[in-house]
């Protein structure tokens, strides 16, 4: 392995200066108590923190980032710890999703503008994940990811509820009148309980899951609740180990290659993960250059059977999860059957399979054997047709069977606000067959792509015992909802795509077998109504400008088109 030398490191040309500028570089640091032998060549190590009261998932990021500190320390570095802009998923309006990209800017800017050798990134709540991997992987320094834990399991009235999962179907119950508005305050302090991000498999557990997969976290990322000692010892141990990185000269790309990618979309179909992971993929994929598509999603999950039965696809959460061994069990299974790409070097330096192949799983309730698994062919499909010439993705281990083969006349909504104005009225003519269309929340249309995609079902349904429906949209929907859920339907409607053209009334044709989605309009009549399209006005300064003028579109990962690939870490001219 290829030693870094001090000299090589690029924290030495700000802290192994002399005259003026080394002693601006060093003179202000040492406000604080810093020694200054702490500048003598040994490797910085930046510790990226999302903490921050407004995102309730990382509140605990401080004790992370100490333990981080720790291991920096322990391992002779130098450790700077410091802030990026924080996506809180249940707070930020109008989506955290807008401004995953921003913080990734963040991220990206302030490591290469500052005297660091490596980093560690500290991520948690849903968008956090994304958007500081993107960032990081444009910059391409050693790099290793720290997942803040999911929260411990919830209780109420005696029974495990889960994040968002039980929110969607608790709320339905209420509009059902199965359940009283006190019952459903009561379940909310029940439901969130402890530090951590949401604790089903929804997008941020699933991340976690992904950073693991890809090599970038160490073994147990994934899992290990958040108020777990052993987070801690996670943490602490990646700090160890960022030094050594910086030493072997060991960047991120190293880990994020196409193997490493293709390692996680299997995973992802293995653990029933959450449709966001295909946008979050596919961006940072494109930061590293390497060409990820949709179809790779749809062939790459294709027998790849989902072995964990959590919430919102099963019953557990989790806390369960880690009990019954985490993500190494699943990894292990998809290395035993073929699916793994067994070679793929990880952060602490061994190949994904010597981490993997040793372990045990305890609760095979949980993760089920490869060779009775909790469902068949159950990753994510992609449908193509004349409503998505691009593609638009479903999660088939959240949807109902039946409904993956079925034609049935379009009810449309052309925003959010249209169908909260409409879906309780009782002339609404929507029955169990409808297919509930909505329009204009793609990246450039909401802006940001909301998770509106899951659209809550008609109370004059649900009083019939139906609890599932088609429902189509450009939109997302978050990783803890459930349903026959066809999303980011490309093009948006919001650039003119096909779906801007459904009517309601038309027949939509869905069938998940055949890959397909078909809008039953004749090409007259489109063209007609293509015609008579307008698209609306954006926004006309700040970021929100910058991000409608220059999103891409869902299947090409919604990033920006100009942050696509990455310009590595060369150090800036001087600043004085
Ligand atoms: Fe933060 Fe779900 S709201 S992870």
Redesign the pocket.
């Known amino acids: 392995m290829k030693k870094k030398s001090k000299q090589g490191l690029r924290s030495q040309q700000w802290f192994g200066r002399e005259g003026a500028h080394g002693f601006i570089y060093r003179s202000w640091v040492q406000n604080r108590g810093v020694p200054h032998d702490q500048f003598d060549g040994r490797p910085v190590i930046g510790i990226c923190n999302t903490w921050s009261e407004l ?4 509140t605990h990021f401080r004790i992370i980032a100490e333990q981080v500190r720790q291991g920096v320390l322990e391992a002779g570095g130098f450790p700077l710890e410091f802030p990026v802009m924080s996506l ?3 707070l930020m309006r109008p989506s955290a999703m807008m401004f995953r990209n921003l913080a990734s800017m963040d991220v990206e800017e302030t490591v290469r503008a500052n005297p660091l050798d490596g980093v560690v990134l500290l991520m ?3 968008k956090t994940t994304p958007s500081l991997l993107m960032g990081a992987a444009s910059v391409n320094l050693p790099t290793i990811g720290v997942s803040g834990g999911p929260m411990l399991r919830g209780i109420y009235h005696g029974c495990a509820i889960g ?2 999962t039980n929110v969607w179907s608790m709320s339905e119950d209420v509009r059902a009148g199965k359940l009283s508005q006190d019952e459903f305050h009561e379940a909310e302090s029940c439901m969130h309980r402890s530090h951590g ?2 604790m089903t498999m ?4 699933t991340m976690a899951c992904m950073v693991e997969a890809l090599g970038v976290g160490l073994p147990g990322n994934a899992a290990i609740p958040a108020v777990d000692g052993r987070r801690n010892v996670l943490a602490r141990e990646a700090g160890r180990r960022i030094v050594t990185l910086v030493r072997e000269d060991f960047p991120l790309s190293r880990i994020l290659t196409r193997h490493a990618f293709e390692n996680a979309i299997r995973a992802n179909a293995a653990i029933g993960g959450s449709t966001n992971a295909v946008i979050h993929l596919i961006a940072l994929a494109g930061r590293v250059g390497v060409k990820l598509t949709l179809a790779d999603f749809d062939r790459l999950s294709r027998n790849v059977p989902a072995l964990v039965n959590l919430m919102p696809s099963g019953k557990f959460l989790m806390e369960d999860f880690h009990e019954a061994g985490g993500l190494p069990v699943v990894l292990r299974d998809l290395g035993r059957n073929g699916l793994l790409h067994r070679h793929a070097i990880t952060a602490n330096g061994k190949a994904i399979w010597d981490n993997v192949k040793k372990a045990e799983c305890w609760r095979p309730e949980v993760i089920q054997p490869f060779a009775k698994p909790f469902k068949k062919d159950a990753g994510i499909a992609v449908v193509r047709g004349n409503m998505a010439p691009d593609g638009a993705v479903i999660k088939t281990s959240a949807a109902t069977p039946r409904l993956m083969k079925h034609k049935g006349p379009a009810i449309v909504f052309n925003s959010i606000e249209h169908f909260y104005r409409r879906i309780n009225d009782p002339k609404l003519p929507v029955t169990k067959d409808s297919v509930l269309v909505l329009k204009n929340c793609g990246p450039k249309g909401y802006p940001g792509m909301a998770e509106v995609g899951n659209m809550p079902l008609p109370p004059k349904v649900l009083r019939k015992g139906i609890t599932d429906m088609v429902r189509i949209s450009d939109a997302r929907m ?1 990783g ?1 909802a459930y349903g026959t859920v066809v999303l980011h339907v490309a093009p948006e409607a919001a650039i003119g795509g096909p779906l801007a053209l459904v009517q309601t009334g038309d027949m939509i044709a869905l069938d998940v077998e055949a890959r397909t989605l078909h809008l039953e309009v004749d090409e007259a009549t489109l063209a007609k109504r293509r015609a008579a399209w307008k698209p609306e006005p954006i926004a006309t300064r700040g970021y929100q400008r910058l991000y409608q003028e220059h999103v891409l579109q869902a299947h090409l990962g919604a990033d920006l088109d100009f942050l696509v690939g990455g310009s590595g870490a060369p150090v800036p001219r001087e600043s004085h």
């Open positions: 995102t309730p998932c990382n809180g998923e249940t948690g709540c849903d994040s968002g991000h949401c929804g997008t941020a557990s978050s803890t």
